[in-house]
């Protein structure tokens, strides 16, 4: 009898949060690519809840993926902050100076937005270094390598308040396009969410606005 074992962990950052949900089998493991795979699941907006004293309102969009990796090497520990996954790195082009290490975080997030009157999708930066990278934590604990699948729900909160944030408007949609990383650095593949209005609440099992 195959024996299923569910993991829950909820760990928390700004501005986003990581919830972890995963599925792995002890009996007939399958075979996977030793890189990452992902597949987009669902996407659902909590809209209108209330931010901090100064944010004013704030959407809570959790995003679903389906991962699996063939040896398992997935995940970092709050605490590894070694120059592999150190927050910066020296730079190549002046060794006197450094840069930010992408590999600090293995969860990537780009935010697709379009206007009210707009007709297509554009991907946008933040001026202040705003990132919604994050870290999701060890998935193998068993000291060997193995098959992994299972789900990522990743929850992105977006302040929606002038004062703030002038970027995200009640009424425009968005999208956002996500990789992961495994310990050795090798990346996933790029996946492209559904959209969603900013400020309307669409459960994860509705379906999306029409572009």
């Known amino acids: 009898m195959t024996s299923l074992k569910y993991i829950t962990q909820q760990i928390k950052y700004v501005p986003y949060l990581l919830i972890l949900l ?35 309102k704030q959407d809570s969009i959790y995003v679903g993926l389906n991962f699996r990796d063939g040896d398992g090497d997935l995940g970092l520990s709050s605490d590894e902050q070694d120059p592999k996954y150190d927050a910066t790195i020296p730079d190549p082009d002046n060794p006197d100076t450094t840069m930010v290490n992408k590999y600090h975080n293995n969860y990537f997030v780009d935010i697709l937005l379009k206007r009210p009157d707009e007709t297509e999708f554009s991907m946008i930066t933040f001026d202040d270094g705003t990132s919604y990278n994050g870290r999701f934590p060890l998935l193998n604990n068993s000291g060997r390598d193995r098959p992994l699948e299972g789900e990522l729900r990743y929850l992105i909160l977006l302040l929606v308040d002038e004062r703030i944030q002038d970027i995200f408007s009640e009424g425009d949609s968005i999208k956002f396009e996500i990789h992961i990383c495994d310990r050795a650095l090798n990346e996933s593949n790029f996946i492209t969410t559904e959209g969603v209005e900013i400020g309307t609440s669409k459960g994860k099992d509705e379906e999306a606005p029409t572009d």
């Open 22 to 56: 995963m599925l792995s089998s002890c009996f007939g493991e399958p075979e996977f690519p030793n890189e990452p795979e992902i597949e987009f699941a669902w996407i659902e907006n909590r809209a209108g809840g209330d931010g901090d004293s100064d944010s004013g």
